[in-house]
């Protein structure tokens, strides 16, 4: 199972985020001293903290706290004095901190983005534009690579910690190109959010067919394929450059689309084996109990997952109806992004994974573009010639996806 990750909620969980440092900070590292097996502070105590566990299966691996502004104040200015950067802006800051990670786990880089961007996220869906935070040197250039983060003064010596550290700035709303595509949360999810994120890479299976279903998934960013079968009935494994369609049952699912939720419905087993399309794939996850709850006590819930199953019902009969259509909204916008308003072109294949759509009709839309001037299309590769009226694009695909 793959690293998941989840927005802590209850205190059993607020215990092992204390546990963890200890071990990490404590046991592993020796940094600091504790008369207990737990570290906290009274930061913990406020309504304005959010803590995030990371996990390998049911054991915590890793952990990163973020506080938004508060009365009590911010953990990032006990240790620095970021007032002179920050008194010129127009908004309160918040803050990440506490990112501790077991010493097995150091190596794993996807770990620490999605503690990273776990933390921003929470952030941004509160509202926070601007974070200030002391951190380890060398995670200054994940920083700033994945998020644009500026360092703001030269590195000092924590009193606390007894290692130096940095202190370092991201703005929110001027993210480099491409991350700012992992930002992008579908605009409406059928479902409540679990605060539970899981992410998947390619060769991983999401669901393999003939297993009982325990949970239900939604496409956060990226996109899965579920395999078609061999006349044994296993599942057709894809290859490294398998692209394109390996069978009529081989479908794509975007960003926004449910899925596994078929097993959950009738409880029988799964009837297919899903890997990720996309070079990785972030999920949220339900687990049973909590999907057929709020199918059972919300009717627009109910509704709108029964629309959903007729869409895609009606898409496996005919598969090539208004794919373009359901995915003009991603496109546009991951093109938008990633092109940093045309200064940078793109791969076709990546567009296509990212977008949840074979290559072959990604490659006749971009043909019907280019013959409009909109973009350049060669070797493989996009280049948007008109970054304004790619932006008309993406708002009128914002309409009709409203009026859908």
């Known amino acids: 199972m793959p690293i998941w990750f989840k927005v802590v909620k209850k205190s059993e969980d607020i215990a092992k985020v204390c546990r963890l440092r200890h071990k990490v900070f404590v046991q592993q590292e020796h940094r600091l001293e504790s008369a207990t097996d737990y570290i906290v502070d009274l930061y913990d105590a406020l309504n304005e903290t959010i803590n995030i566990l990371a996990f390998d299966g049911d054991k915590p691996v890793g952990t990163i706290r973020a506080v938004m502004h508060n009365p009590v104040g911010l953990p990032a200015l006990d240790h620095y004095d970021f007032g002179p950067y920050i008194s010129k802006f127009d908004s309160h800051c918040s803050c990440f901190g506490w990112l501790c990670v077991l010493q097995e786990y150091k190596n794993y880089p996807s770990l620490l983005f999605g503690l990273f961007k776990m933390a921003v996220s929470e952030l941004r869906k509160k509202g926070q534009r601007h974070i200030i935070a002391t951190v380890h040197p060398p995670l200054l250039s994940l920083l700033k690579r994945s998020f644009n983060a500026k360092r703001v003064g030269e590195n000092f010596k924590s009193g606390e910690l007894k290692v130096p550290m940095a202190p370092a700035y991201i703005d929110t709303d001027n993210f480099p190109p491409r991350t700012r595509e992992v930002f992008h949360d579908p605009e409406r999810s059928i ?12 060769g991983e299976p999401i669901i393999k067919k003939g297993e009982l279903g ?13 395999l078609p079968e061999d006349g044994n009935g296993n599942s057709i494994i894809p290859g490294p450059d398998d692209f394109d369609p390996l069978g009529p049952k081989d479908l794509l699912f975007h960003q926004g689309e449910v899925f596994g939720e078929l097993s959950l419905l009738d409880q029988g087993e799964r009837t297919t084996t899903i890997v990720p399309y996309s070079k990785e794939v972030d999920v949220m996850v339900w687990n049973k109990d909590e999907f057929l709850n709020q199918m059972a006590t919300c009717r627009e819930t109910a509704l709108d997952i029964s629309k959903f199953l007729g ?58 573009w280019q013959r409009d001037g909109l973009v350049a299309h060669t070797e493989g590769r996009i280049a948007v010639l008109k970054p304004k009226r790619l932006r008309s694009v993406i708002a009128k695909a914002g309409e009709q996806s409203g009026n859908a």
Not at 214 to 226: C, H, K, P
Not at 340 to 347: L, S
């Open 191 to 202: 479902f409540h959010d679990s605060n539970i994120r899981r992410i998947y890479h390619e």
């Open 311 to 368: 869409k895609r019902l009606r898409n496996q009969i005919n598969p090539k109806g208004s794919l373009i259509a359901d995915i003009l909204p991603i496109l546009t916008r991951i093109m938008h992004d990633a092109s940093n308003e045309g200064k940078n072109d793109m791969d076709l294949i990546w567009l296509a994974r990212q977008c949840g759509v074979w290559p072959k009709i990604l490659k006749d839309q971009m043909v019907l």
């Open 214 to 226: 325990e949970e239900a998934f939604l496409i956060m960013r990226g996109s899965v394929r579920s």
